[in-house]
């Protein structure tokens, strides 16, 4: 898999991703994805998953497209302050 990584957004419709390791939840509103920097949780409504390939780390998924978070490894500067 490669180490880049990329995403794009098709008209609020269309996600697609490079360099994900692994589809860690998916519901039809949120689908959580993690990547070598840590995770990627998409939001939205009507959620499905079209391709997914581990060994490419090829991802996409379609349906009405509200938000993308990044989490960061190794969790909030809060969490590590305060172990």
Same mark, same amino acid.
């Given at each position: @898999?490669?180490? &880049?990584? &990329?995403?794009?957004?098709?008209?609020?419709?269309?996600? +697609?991703?490079?360099?994900? %390791?692994?589809?860690? %939840?998916?519901?039809?509103?949120?689908?959580?994805?993690?990547?070598?920097?840590?995770?990627?949780? #998409? &939001?939205?409504?009507? @959620? $499905?998953? #079209? &391709?997914?390939? $581990? +060994?490419?780390?090829?991802?996409?998924? +379609?349906?009405?497209? +509200?938000?993308?978070?990044?989490?960061?490894?190794?969790?909030?500067?809060?969490? $590590?302050?305060? $172990?």
């Amino acid at each position: @898999m490669e180490d &880049n990584h &990329n995403l794009s957004i098709e008209q609020c419709k269309k996600i +697609t991703a490079s360099a994900i %390791a692994s589809v860690d %939840a998916f519901s039809d509103k949120q689908i959580v994805l993690s990547y070598s920097g840590g995770k990627i949780i #998409v &939001n939205g409504s009507g @959620m $499905k998953i #079209v &391709n997914f390939s $581990k +060994t490419s780390g090829a991802f996409s998924a +379609t349906g009405s497209i +509200t938000g993308v978070r990044y989490a960061q490894k190794g969790g909030s500067l809060r969490q $590590k302050l305060f $172990k």
